[in-house]
């Protein structure tokens, strides 16, 4: 069975400029896929090709098998958007912004009112179907481009900033939506700056700089392949310089420091140290207290591309 989506050596340049050099990666079908990467990246260049709207200028693009180049139609028919601005028709209601999307893309017409009906019952909008959109918060205007997006039942859905603008209740209502559509056999390509989100959403990450690829995984394969651990630990004494330095000569410590009985140790995401740690501790010392703070996307993001993830 083909994969989602394809990308098969993907170059694009434009004029001096290399957006893409050299792209290959899978995203598999039913996947929620998150592609991060600082403004130039490469990211909306990606979402240009699959869509259509550019040609690479070297590789292959494929969406369930289908050549961008060669099939573009098939290509479409398959794919849902929901693009940063969600482009709707304000002065028109939820219903007949939805109707007019069906025209566009032929939905059946025997289908087109139970689909439309079903859809606003998933984005909870039923009792607004008639409502003109000016109206509505910016909550319910991108659950209403969501519903949109999956009214001629597309395969792969494609979600730009998808809780961009958003309060935090609809923004979690959004995430349990595209949870639910990976639950109905969907593929999500998902595209945001909230890394929060990417963690919850995410089954694997694409993290791209200046066109390449730096870094692909799950989340947390990505945090402990990458990110540093900090141990924080309360002693009832200062430590000796003895063990200090046992605690530096530990493989996988990456900095350590000291003040008024506190203790912090860094550690790469590669190695579990914490165990070690508290046996040199307390093999001196009496310890009041310990925590631990795993390493977060946002350190992953910066130490693989250098810079944060809106600049």
Request: aromatic content about 4%; charged content about 25%; glycine content about 8%.
């Amino acid at each position: 069975m083909d994969p989602a989506i394809e990308l098969r050596g993907l170059s694009k340049r434009f004029g001096k400029l290399t957006a893409l050099d050299d792209l290959s990666l899978v995203v598999q079908r039913g996947e929620i896929f998150g592609l991060l990467g600082p403004n130039g990246s490469g990211k909306t260049t990606i979402i240009n090709i699959l869509s259509g709207l550019s040609r690479p200028t070297a590789g292959q693009a494929l969406v369930f098998g289908f050549d961008i180049n060669r099939d573009p139609r098939a290509v479409r028919s398959l794919l849902g958007c929901v693009p940063q601005e969600t482009a709707l028709y304000e002065e028109l209601s939820a219903q007949a912004n939805l109707e007019f999307h069906a025209d566009l893309y032929n939905v059946p017409g025997r289908e087109r009112a139970s689909r439309i009906a079903a859809l606003l019952d998933l984005v909870q909008l039923t009792d607004r179907r008639n409502s003109r959109v000016s109206t509505f918060s910016g909550g319910m205007k991108r659950r209403l481009a969501l519903a949109r997006a999956l009214l001629h039942a597309p395969q792969l859905l494609y979600l730009d900033e998808p809780t961009l603008g958003v309060d935090v209740q609809s923004r979690r209502a959004l995430w349990d939506y595209i949870l639910g559509l990976k639950d109905q056999g969907k593929t999500v390509l998902l595209t945001t700056n909230y890394l929060e989100e990417a963690n919850a959403l995410c089954d694997r990450l694409a993290i791209l700089d200046r066109g390449h690829l730096v870094a692909m995984d799950t989340p947390a394969a990505l945090k402990q392949r990458y990110g540093d651990s900090v141990i924080d630990l309360e002693l009832e004494s200062e430590p000796s310089a003895a063990l200090l330095q046992a605690l530096r000569d530990l493989p996988g410590v990456t900095d350590l420091t000291t003040h008024d009985g506190h203790l912090q140790v860094t550690a790469s995401g590669e190695r579990p140290l914490a165990g070690q740690v508290v046996t040199l501790v307390t093999n001196e010392a009496r310890l009041r207290s310990i925590s631990q703070r795993e390493p977060n996307l946002d350190e992953i993001f910066l130490h693989l591309t250098g810079a944060a993830l809106r600049d």
